[in-house]
């Protein structure tokens, strides 16, 4: 007969068996484990899915190495995603500024504003502060139960109040600068020193990241697209032609034309924000006086071919970007007319027999200084006769405004308006470069395959361009509705010695900048210019890149600074991880420090169980003894007469040691 019988389950399962074993008489019935219940599903069995329990789960932390730390290792991973989020928003405003320089998209991470970056920030900052202060008194705390437990003979009690979070940082100092002789042990200073200097380290990283802080503007670029843009130096061999060209749509053969397009725009040319902004003197300072004064002339969108886009499309783009177009720098200083020097060879007269209106104008080069002219205006109050230039009896001098000029050639990176082309900002700009078509130098020209212009031959085609827009004469323009005309009704302005920083004057740098505007080989001097196309041949540096942009106002962080902040937080970060693994880790080959352990055992540290007060478990865990008799405990040693200085608790406490109840 088989050892195995069958037998039947209850009849409402007729289809179920279970075997059992047949056991001999007088031996003991074994146990038989439950079979799995199974679940019926289309004719076939399957065992259910393992449920994880939370009771499980707990249970299983526990028993792990990390049982005893669920506090600290919280409050480690918080303070770390706090220093993440600070590290993340001041990284953004680093990367905005970087791909707004190279001209690229912004994702909306890097358009966060000013405003919301400074609150994330500053929000995060203060708590991740708070939550490492509080995270590195834990860490002491673990130490000093560490180091207690670790060791037979105990803790030093004054390396035991270096280390404890009870001991104040006043108290921590005075351990840790006592006197030499004073029987402190080197452990206690070492330990307070590490404690004031983390401490004072995460406290000093609140305050250096908002040092030297500034704002930027940063653009995110949609559309990119080739274009030729910018202002060259004056170009002496464009103005004949030109004038040329203007005379065969004039009446007469012997009449100039002025067009009313370059007319107008002659007396406000620097005053004009879609053509040039104010820039920082090269060759003068400002007194703040207007003695000096400093003009970045670019031509802004007005120079750029093919024409921008218009402002309809890509409307969330509000401006545009020019990249490195060339430009000129103009720096105008006053001058003494007394002391201008003007030949007669440098002076010429604008006016007409019989008409009040007349000018005199003076241009010479400056020999002490390279691209640099000295130039006068002169008012003909009473008119001219004869080719000189007459004022009233009641005046002892021709009114007049004197400057020097000095130009420079330079490339700059601008931001303008899509929709009135005024220039925003300049945010990038070549050092300057003297332009030196007035001023010949033989010395460097010896090799030259091609001879440049002579000082005098450039000088004179400059002379001759402002001839064509002063002599309303021979343009037969009404002398009242002369270029001339401005400067006459302003004699009185021009008497007086403030004039040099009013309008007149800017009227007058306007008339001295013109001919590098218009005579510069990308502009409408060039006879080659065509309407909305680019020009082919023109020097590589007028070929450029035109962005439709958007700004977004950023923060920056001075990066020295961010990089302290870092690694202040940096050190205090590694420091309380440190802890957190030896407590983790450390016990040898017999397993992690038991924290919870009351006993020791098995290789592991002897500790306490650790309460949320540290003073409490400083007087119910542990015992002071003095370390030559473990009878002696403090208290029963200093008696009444303990001290309440420094001085005196180090030497009450010198002798004595803190070990675990």
Excluded at 21 to 48: E, H
Excluded at 239 to 268: C, G, M, W
Excluded at 311 to 328: C, G, H, K, N
Aim: charged share 10%; glycine share 10%.
């Amino acid at each position: 007969m088989s050892p195995l019988v069958n037998a039947t389950t209850p009849a409402n399962q007729p289809n179920q068996t279970q075997t059992v074993p047949v056991v001999p008489t007088g031996q003991a019935v074994p146990s038989i484990a439950p079979a799995p219940a199974t679940v019926a599903l289309n004719g076939t069995s399957q065992k259910p899915p393992n449920v994880i329990s939370v009771a499980n789960l707990l249970q299983s932390w526990k028993a792990s190495r990390f049982s005893g730390t669920g506090k600290h290792l919280t409050l480690n991973i918080t303070s770390l995603g706090l220093l993440v989020i600070v590290v993340i928003f001041v990284q953004a405003t680093y990367s905005a500024e970087y791909r707004s320089n190279d001209g690229l998209s912004l994702n909306q991470l890097l358009r966060i504003s000013e405003s919301t970056t400074i609150a994330v920030v500053q929000t995060s900052q203060t708590i991740l502060i708070a939550l490492m202060t509080v995270t590195l008194g834990e860490a002491f705390e673990f130490i000093h139960w560490i180091v207690v437990g670790s060791y037979g003979g105990g803790l030093r009690y004054l390396t035991f109040l270096a280390i404890s979070p009870t001991t104040g940082y006043a108290g921590t100092l005075q351990i840790v600068f006592a006197r030499p002789f004073s029987c402190v042990p080197l452990a206690a200073r070492l330990w307070g020193l590490v404690k004031v200097l983390l401490t004072g380290g995460i406290w000093l990283s609140g305050i250096v990241l908002f040092i030297n802080t500034s704002s930027i503007t940063v653009y995110d670029t949609g559309l990119s697209y080739d274009v030729s843009a910018g202002i060259g130096p004056f170009t002496g061999s464009l103005v004949q032609p030109f004038i040329d060209f203007l005379q065969t749509r004039a009446e007469t053969k012997s009449q100039t034309l002025v067009p009313y397009t370059f007319a107008h725009l002659v007396n406000l040319l620097v005053m004009n924000p879609a053509i040039s902004t104010v820039s920082s003197p090269v060759s003068c300072t400002d007194d703040g006086k207007g003695g000096c004064t400093s003009y970045l002339v670019t031509g802004g969108l007005e120079s750029v071919t093919p024409w921008i886009t218009p402002a309809q499309y890509y409307s969330e783009f509000t401006m545009a970007r020019l990249d490195r177009v060339p430009s000129i720098q103009v720096d105008v200083s006053t001058l003494d007319a007394p002391k201008t020097g003007f030949s007669d060879k440098d002076c010429e007269i604008f006016g007409k027999y019989g008409i009040i209106i007349g000018l005199k104008l003076c241009i010479a080069a400056d020999p002490t200084r390279q691209g640099s002219l000295r130039t006068g205006l002169f008012v003909c109050t009473n008119g001219t006769n004869n080719n000189r230039c007459h004022h009233k009896r009641s005046e002892s001098f021709l009114p007049n405004i004197t400057a020097q000029i000095t130009f420079y050639t330079s490339q700059a990176t601008l931001i303008a308006s899509r929709s009135n082309y005024s220039i925003v900002s300049i945010i990038d700009q070549t050092p300057p470069i003297p332009y030196l078509g007035f001023h010949t130098d033989t010395h460097n020209n010896t090799n030259s395959t091609s001879t440049p212009p002579t000082q005098d031959q450039n000088l004179q085609s400059y002379r001759s361009s402002l001839h064509w827009l002063l002599d309303f004469s021979a343009s037969n323009i009404p002398a009242p509705s002369s270029i001339a005309e401005l400067f006459w009704t302003a004699s009185l302005q021009l008497s007086d010695p403030s004039t040099s920083i009013g309008v007149v004057s800017q009227n007058f740098h306007s008339l001295l900048v013109f001919p590098f505007f218009i005579f510069n080989i990308n502009n409408w001097g060039n006879l080659q210019t065509k309407t909305n196309e680019t020009v082919s041949g023109l020097p590589a540096e007028f070929y450029t890149t035109a962005s439709l942009v958007q700004g977004y106002e950023k923060v920056m962080f001075d990066r020295g600074m961010f990089v302290l902040f870092l690694v202040l937080q940096g050190v205090a970060a590694v420091f309380v991880w440190g802890v957190l693994g030896w407590v983790w880790f450390a016990g040898g080959g017999h397993g992690r420090l038991n924290l919870n352990a009351k006993g020791g055992g098995g290789g592991k540290a002897r500790l306490p169980e650790i309460s949320e007060f540290p003073l409490y478990d400083g007087l119910f865990r542990t015992r002071v003894v003095d370390g030559g008799n473990s009878g002696v405990t403090l208290s029963a040693g200093v008696g009444s007469g303990a001290g309440t200085s420094t001085r005196e608790i180090i030497r009450d406490t010198r002798g004595y040691t803190v070990i675990l109840r």
